[in-house]
């Protein structure tokens, strides 16, 4: 029988110990403050943008929303950012991607100050994990390594697969479950024979956004199989990059969707709005 891996429980067990670490931070006259930036009016983004909002209010942190018109030059959201480096009671900086097209994406996740990237994009943040040193992390991948520990998964030593290598998921991922000690494999849309090397992990992640891609053959019995793909099916119903009903029986844990990784992305966020303000104190 397999267990379900409760990303909401375990989400919402992190924010009541981050509310307890802001309550503490307050009396010592220290506030966490993050300043959400949305160009444009993608309605996902602005949705984004409101779960990262109520769970600063959940846990007590302050934010600062700036909603700026789509038309906003790269120059006005780079003065923007600039200012906000400076700005002393800002701790966080988060830009809610994808930009508009006429905006560069990385000129504007390199202006961020790397002490008030909370979302752990920029190259001194990455370089800063490649290596070990301490710095931001990303957050999903951050949220996935909680999953584990909390749901006492055995790192150490284990055969870790994850599918995917972009630089928000699968390149830090990687990086992750090395500094835990896994042997680690990355596959990616060239691998040779991907059933063949996924079916060699104890502990599967799968960051593909291809829906319901991974059916049981990919998978080894008793594997632990982590989910990061979000998906709307038609009729709204949300799936994963697993096809759930066929994995899950040869799992020994999984993480479902919607109810695993999502909710673990804006937990981290949180834990990382509180670590700015000691990182900025
Ligand atoms: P990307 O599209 O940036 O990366 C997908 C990766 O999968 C690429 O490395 C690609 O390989 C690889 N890939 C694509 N097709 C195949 C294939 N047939 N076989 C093997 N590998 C393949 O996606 P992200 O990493 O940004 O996101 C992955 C999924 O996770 C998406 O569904 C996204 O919505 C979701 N997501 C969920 C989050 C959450 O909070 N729950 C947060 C972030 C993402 P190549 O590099 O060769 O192109």
């Not at 991974?214 to 697993?242: N, P, Q, S």
Request: net charge negative; hydrophobic share 40%; with cysteine.
């Amino acid at each position: 029988m397999y267990e379900i891996i409760d990303g909401k429980a375990i989400s919402t067990e992190i924010k009541e110990e981050l509310k307890v670490k802001v309550a503490e931070l307050a009396e010592q006259g220290i506030h966490p403050c993050l300043a959400v930036i949305l160009v444009g009016n993608d309605p996902a983004s602005g949705v984004y943008v409101n779960n990262k909002k109520k769970a600063c209010e959940f846990i007590g942190v302050k934010s600062l929303s700036y909603e700026l018109p789509e038309e906003t030059t790269e120059a006005e959201l780079l003065d923007l950012i600039r200012k906000l480096n400076e700005d002393d009671s800002v701790s966080g900086i988060l830009v809610q991607l994808p930009l508009p097209k006429h905006i560069n994406e990385d000129a504007v996740l390199l202006a961020i100050s790397p002490k008030k990237d909370v979302d752990g994009f920029h190259p001194e943040n990455v370089g800063a994990l490649c290596i070990g040193r301490s710095g931001f992390v990303s957050c999903t991948p951050a949220g996935i390594i909680q999953l584990l520990k909390r749901s006492n998964v055995e790192i150490a030593g284990k055969e870790c697969v994850i599918i995917g290598r972009s630089n928000i998921v699968g390149k830090p991922m990687s990086l992750l479950m090395l500094r835990e000690n896994a042997t680690v494999t990355i596959c990616h849309s060239k691998t040779k024979d991907l059933k063949e090397v996924t079916k060699r992990a104890d502990i599967l992640i799968v960051a593909i956004g291809k829906p319901k891609m991974i059916t049981a053959e990919y998978v080894k019995e008793g594997a632990v199989v982590i989910d990061v793909g979000i998906h709307r099916l038609e009729g709204k119903k949300l799936c994963g990059d697993v096809d759930f009903d066929d994995v899950a029986p040869h799992c020994s844990k999984i993480t479902p969707v919607p109810g695993g990784v999502g909710p673990m992305t804006i937990a981290m966020l949180m834990n990382n709005c509180v670590d700015s303000v000691i990182l900025n104190g």
